[in-house]
């Protein structure tokens, strides 16, 4: 079935330095793909998205780009900083993302020391 | 006042109890659903309704049942809670086009 796996946690890093979280899915369609972030007792927020292969999702300095060839929609922000502390979320849509259902990857939680 | 608001935010409840946790939203979006969180497992998706007069089971419904009483609200019920019903749980809205939004989740305690 349709799924998405990501690196597991806890990422500890430290201010400044650069960040790598990876995802890859398995998807019978051509989905759309997210990164959702969730910060402490918080909900989900949408952080970034890409509908089609090659696209590049980006906000608040991080990016992903749709891999289609390795299936696959990284994560990466060049200098992190102690307020990106939060659980990250990527997930998939198979009905263009607002239409269907999302499935989500197990989280990956990331903790940024000063 | 936040777009998707979720009530109670805590709850501690006890086994076989009867349990309704409620979803209201001004996004004006059709589409509601709602996910369960546990830790390591992600987001699961419980139920899910694309209009007032749709509703659709998700990946993990059983022990679950749910009411979309207005487009604006989407209520889940526990029955008869038991305690591996402890979680976060969150509900969301969406539209075409808008993504998802989602509320600051009700994290539930069956004791």
């Known amino acids: 079935g349709d799924s998405v796996t990501q690196m597991e946690g806890p990422v500890t890093l430290s201010e400044e330095a650069f960040l790598t979280i990876n995802c890859t899915y398995t998807a019978t369609g051509y989905p759309s793909l997210f990164w959702y972030v969730q910060y402490p007792g918080e909900g989900l927020q949408l952080l970034l998205k890409?509908?089609?292969?090659?696209d590049k999702g980006s906000n608040k300095g991080f990016e992903a780009t749709y891999r289609k060839e390795t299936t696959s929609f990284h994560l990466e922000k060049g200098s992190v900083q102690v307020s990106d502390s939060a659980v990250y979320f990527c997930a998939l849509s198979l009905f263009g993302g607002s239409q269907g259902n999302l499935i989500f990857g197990k989280g990956t939680k990331l903790s940024v020391k000063p | 006042d936040a777009d998707v608001t979720q009530t109670p935010r805590n709850r501690i409840t006890k086994t076989g109890k009867r349990i309704m946790l409620e979803c209201s939203q001004t996004k004006g979006h059709d589409r509601m659903y709602w996910y369960r969180q546990d830790p390591g497992l992600g987001l699961r998706l419980i139920y899910y309704?694309?209009?007032?007069?749709?509703?659709n089971k998700g990946e993990i419904s059983d022990g679950y049942s749910v009411s979309r009483q207005a487009q604006a609200k989407f209520s889940l019920s526990l029955e008869s809670a038991i305690p591996n019903q402890t979680a976060l749980y969150f509900c969301?809205?969406?539209?075409?086009?808008?993504?998802?939004?989602f509320g600051s989740g009700t994290r539930l305690t069956v004791v």
């Open positions: 890409a509908t089609k292969a090659d």
């Open positions: 309704s694309f209009d007032v007069k749709d509703i």
């Open positions: 969301a809205t969406s539209v075409t086009g808008k993504g998802y939004t």
